[in-house]
Nanobody, 125 residues
Framework: QVQLVESGGGLVQAGGSLRLSCAASGRTFSSYGMGWFRQAPGKEREFVAAINRSGGSTYYADSVKGRFTISRDNAKNTVYLQMISLKPEDTAVYYC??????????????????WGQGTQVTVSS
């Protein structure tokens, strides 16, 4: 089992940047594929980005391509989400997720079996 704790959220103006971190504890971090999801008020949770176990492959939602970068440091048991050129529509609670199996898609939230508590990101216009 793994425990996930997100940090780095906050209030930023449109066009600004934030870096989210997700620290993992428990079993070997490199055993997990990792993802970031977000949920805005009144909306369903949506996929943002994912990274495979080694960090060699990354995946992004179309809405964040070119603006967000996911990365991981297996020595530090941490996954990151660097966000630039933030927009008001990026406002949401951002969740870190992990899975210890090979799923069929990185974009489905039901294909992750561990979740963090979330961190709020608010982008003002």
């Amino acid at each position: 089992q793994v425990q996930l704790v997100e940090s780095g959220g906050g209030l930023v103006q449109a066009g600004g940047s934030l870096r989210l971190s997700c620290a993992a504890s428990g079993r070997t971090f490199s055993s997990y594929g990792m993802g970031w999801f977000r949920q805005a008020p009144g909306k369903e949770r949506e996929f943002v980005a994912a990274i495979n176990r080694s960090g060699g492959s990354t995946y992004y939602a179309d809405s964040v391509k070119g603006r967000f970068t996911i990365s991981r440091d297996n020595a530090k048991n941490t996954v990151y989400l660097q966000m630039i050129s933030l927009k008001p529509e990026d406002t949401a609670v951002y969740y870190c997720a992990a899975r210890d199996f090979y799923g069929s898609s990185w974009q489905n939230s039901y294909e992750y079996n561990y979740w963090g508590q979330g961190t709020q990101v608010t982008v003002s216009s």
